[in-house]
């Protein structure tokens, strides 16, 4: 089984060290399922500046989870960012996020949040609210595994 070796990032143009609760969530989050979190990083919704952190973090971990900018606002630029840098698109978690979590909110269906896989990591996409950010993490959390095994080469079905 491969350590999940992850960095946050929130992408926002409000959000600061102080007031980041979508990212200090998230972190949780992902110490308790047992993931190393490598860093942290908030950005601008720049669409430039997101598609250059996503390339330069997926170097350096096996997980990125970005939370804000999946939404329908002017300035929402996390899925077409996450678009450029992946290879191989995940569809399959962005449904089942958007299905499970839209039984609790059908505004969930607003998210346009893209997961994929960019060389060896697996880049997910969650909404930028902390109660977005730990429903999609509940509704992934069974299969994450699984799939960081997958990517990192583990291949044997049991």
Request: proline content about 3%; charged content about 30%; some cysteine.
């Amino acid at each position: 089984m491969t350590k999940i070796k992850a960095i946050v990032i929130t992408i926002s143009d409000s959000r600061n060290e102080k007031d980041d609760i979508s990212g200090e969530t998230l972190i949780k989050c992902l110490k308790e399922f047992g993931a190393e979190i490598i860093e942290k990083i908030i950005i601008t919704d720049d669409l430039d500046k997101i598609i250059s952190t996503l390339k330069t973090s997926s170097e350096k971990v096996n997980l990125i989870i970005t939370n804000g900018g999946t939404g329908f606002a002017r300035r929402d630029n996390t899925p077409e960012a996450t678009r450029a840098v992946i290879e191989k698109e995940a569809q399959g978690l962005a449904e089942m996020m958007r299905y499970e979590t839209a039984k609790i909110n059908q505004k969930a269906y607003l998210s346009r949040g893209v997961c994929g896989i960019r060389s060896k990591c697996l880049i997910i996409n969650f909404p930028g609210s902390p109660k977005a950010v730990r429903e999609c993490f509940e509704v992934i959390k069974p299969v994450l595994q699984h799939a960081i095994n997958l990517i990192e080469g583990e291949t044997k079905h049991l």
